[in-house]
């Protein structure tokens, strides 16, 4: 007897390959039986099938479709009509016809490159470019934001095929699980960005290689600029100023001098998810976290403070061994800088707390131009 069920279609993504099926109004995903750590974003296609975000129909800027091309100050807060496929492929044609007449093809902007979908053939960009080489040409764009400069300037430091070698052939994870010592990562080590690849893959095997160098004895370095870590705080803190309104405040005492010290990555975080937790979401009327930086001649002193309710002597005293967020950042801290950091906690109940960290400077170099001999 037939389950009433529609047959999984396999399919695949920059976030890995999958099977899907119709299910009822909705859709169900389901990964590639092979791939032993899935990604999670497979789950946002079952809500970007019917998300008011997403764009069922050809659409057209309403100033545009009643004035034609041209300057428009509604332009950028406009509002777009939806139009039938054979009315928009019609304006699509006249406005092509119009501009390579009256300003030749260069003047058509073939689009910068995108992650609309993995692959070649069902690749948006490529069809697109297919489409305007048979028009008679479009000017294109060169090179990726994700490697900025670095494809342009390597090739003329390290030479073309090395500099190749350096943007797309780096060491691979099983040859990091099995021989390095140390990693050091700057920037962090995003999960999110193991999920992900242009083309698409079947296997997400970073996450276990990752652990069995763990295992093995490897240790991690993750550094970023502290400009960095202060940035990702206040997105952080602007998701949690939903929740709470204006009862979270935020206070920046930052010294210039200290934005592009390099800290840990996610030194900060957890301490200021602890502030919120522990010390702000039971105060009524709410309360004010403050991150304070400064440079002494040898150190980088960092303070994330709150004036919740405190934290109980007893509960205080064994903090930074047993509190899991405290005690993470302080055990990687310990590893990172052995004995050359300091973190302590002051606090009295109903009077907030205090988190202080000394650690050594490091600091993001800038270039020095090549010293040429006469």
């Known amino acids: 007897m037939g389950t009433g069920r529609e047959p999984l279609v396999p399919n695949s993504s920059h976030w890995g390959a999958f099977t899907a099926a119709r299910e009822g109004d909705g859709l169900r995903i389901e990964p590639h039986p092979l791939d032993p750590d899935p990604s999670p974003l497979l789950g946002n296609f079952t809500d970007a099938v ?4 997403r764009i069922r129909r050809p659409s057209v800027r309403r100033g545009w479709l009643e004035r034609g091309p041209g300057a428009d100050p509604r332009r950028g807060d406009d509002q777009f009509v939806e139009l039938d496929w054979d009315d928009a492929l019609d304006l699509l044609a006249g406005e092509l016809h119009r501009v390579r007449s009256d300003y030749g093809n260069a003047a058509i902007y073939g689009g910068s490159y995108g992650w609309a979908s993995a692959g070649r053939f069902h690749h948006a960009q490529s069809q697109l470019h297919r489409f305007l080489n048979c028009f008679g040409g479009f000017t294109r764009s060169v090179n990726t934001y994700s490697h900025g400069a670095s494809a342009v300037v390597l090739p003329h430091i390290l030479g073309a095929g090395e500099a190749a070698q350096a943007l797309f052939g780096g060491t691979s994870w099983p040859v990091i699980a099995e021989h390095t010592e140390l990693l050091v990562a700057f920037g962090g080590l995003r999960t999110s960005n193991t999920w992900v690849a242009p083309g698409g893959r079947t296997r997400h095997t970073v996450g276990g290689h990752l652990g069995a160098a763990l295992e093995r004895g490897m240790q991690v370095a993750s550094f970023s600029p502290l400009r960095d870590e202060l940035n990702f705080i206040e997105d952080y ?27 840990p990555s996610m030194l900060l975080q957890p301490l200021v998810e602890n502030s919120i937790k522990h010390g702000l979401s039971s105060k009524v009327e709410g309360g004010t976290i403050r991150i304070r930086t400064w440079r002494t001649e040898t150190r980088l002193c960092l303070i994330v403070e709150d004036d919740g309710v405190g ?24 590893v990172l800088f052995g004995h050359e950091y300091r973190m302590w906690i002051e606090s009295q109940p109903g009077k907030g707390a205090r988190i202080q960290i000394e650690v050594p400077q490091l600091e993001v170099q800038e270039p020095q131009p090549a010293q040429v001999s006469a």
């Open 50 to 53: 019917s998300h008011p975000a």
């Open 237 to 263: 803190l602007a998701i949690e100023v939903v929740r709470f309104g204006e009862k979270l405040r935020f206070v920046r005492e930052v010294a210039d001098d200290t934005l592009d010290m390099l800290v």
């Open 311 to 334: 934290i109980p002597e007893a509960k205080l005293a064994t903090l930074l061994d047993r509190g899991i967020g405290v005690n993470n950042v302080h055990e990687r801290l310990k």
